[in-house]
């Protein structure tokens, strides 16, 4: 089967168990696509969690999740050394961050010692224990889930952070329809009796990284990589050609840049495109600038969000 074909089957297997939530699938096969890390946010229910453990059973690896509380540990994640009387040595025991993808649920409320060890693993693709670092999978993903509605007891993740992560995906309720098809597959589910269960696609890694090639050799036109560049240069003070930059204290990073532009290029060929057009720069400029924006006072006085700010940056910088 063409590369392609097996996305466009994973793509199709997973918005049938995870209904009314097509862009969350879209984004997380882009995140896979581009070698990055999403972060999620929405209210309970939204099949969040769902959503990558549907994905890892379609992909080659293994999964863990990691629910996030206070009290956790950075050896929590990174594994520790255990003693061994017999012969008085020292034995590494892998933690959480050793799988192909990693689900942190709730990140916000974990304190900064287990962000800064998940920051090493997302940034250096290694941990670190004691004087010895371990590399990570070839393959590492990891979503993040933020509850956007409880924030007593949580800790804001710092900008440092939030930068590493390749898009800030954000996600809403279903539509009626889409309500009363996920009542009609629980109920399949729960039935023991159907082929719910059946056979599905395996995506084996070495199809992902072949998948990952072809999405860097896609062709962007020069005059795209241009509008690319001045779409992430619009949203810094020392940038006076667009109007956007009266409602930020911060800009967004060379990071930026480079995730808009993996990014664009994935959401191309997932449409079966050997092209980026503007659309895809457009589409992916949401997610990937998201949290990447710090809005100044006069911008938040004036109830806008980062989502308003883009809005005005897409209308208001030329396309070729």
Same mark, same amino acid.
């Given at each position: 089967?063409? *590369? ?14 995870? +209904? %009314? ?6 984004? #997380? ?19 969040? $969690?769902?959503?990558?453990?549907? /994905? ?12 996030? *509380? ?9 594994? +520790? ?30 304190? &900064? ?13 290694? +941990? ?41 995906? $954000?996600?809403?309720?279903p539509n009626a329809d889409a309500e009363r098809d ?35 050799? /896609?062709?962007?036109?020069d005059a795209l990589e241009d509008y690319l560049v001045? #779409?992430?240069?619009? $949203?810094?003070?020392?940038? *006076? ?6 409602? /930020?204290?911060? %800009?967004?990073?060379?990071?930026? *840049?480079? &995730? ?16 980026? $057009? ?43």
């Open positions: 089967m063409h *590369t392609f074909s097996v996305f466009e089957a994973l793509q199709a297997q997973i918005e049938q168990k995870i +209904i %009314g939530q097509s862009h969350l699938a879209n984004r #997380l096969l882009v995140a896979i696509l581009a070698d990055g890390h999403l972060l999620v946010e929405g209210a309970p229910g939204l099949a969040k $969690t769902r959503a990558i453990k549907v /994905l890892s059973d379609g992909i080659e690896g293994d999964f863990h999740r990691v629910q996030f *509380t206070p009290d956790l540990l950075p050896s929590d994640l990174t594994g +520790i050394e255990i003693y061994r009387p017999q012969d008085g040595s020292f034995h590494f025991q892998k933690g959480p961050l050793f799988h192909n993808l990693l689900l942190a649920d709730e990140i916000n409320r974990a304190p &900064a010692k287990v962000q800064s060890a998940l920051l090493e693993a997302m940034a250096e693709r290694q +941990i670190t224990v004691g004087s010895v670092s371990y590399p990570l999978p070839d393959l590492f993903l990891v979503m993040a889930t933020q509850n956007p509605i409880e924030q007593e007891g949580t800790y804001p993740l710092p900008e440092a952070q939030l930068d590493r992560f390749l898009l800030h995906v $954000t996600i809403d309720y996920i009542l009609r597959l629980s109920r399949q589910e729960a039935d023991t009796s159907s082929d719910a269960d059946k056979q599905e696609l395996i995506l084996t890694q070495e199809v992902l990284m072949q998948a990952r090639q072809e999405v860097l050799n /896609l062709h962007m036109a001045q #779409l992430v240069m619009a $949203t810094r003070c020392n940038h *006076t050609s667009t109007g956007v930059v009266k409602h /930020l204290q911060y %800009g967004a990073s060379p990071r930026a *840049t480079i &995730a808009l532009d993996r990014c664009a290029r994935a959401h191309a060929w997932l449409a079966g495109r050997d092209f980026v $057009t503007p659309e895809d720069i457009q589409s992916m400029a949401f997610d990937v600038l998201r949290h990447r924006l710090l809005l100044n006072y006069e911008a938040e006085a004036a109830g806008l969000n980062s989502d308003d700010v883009i809005h005005q940056l897409i209308a208001q910088v030329a396309v070729p």
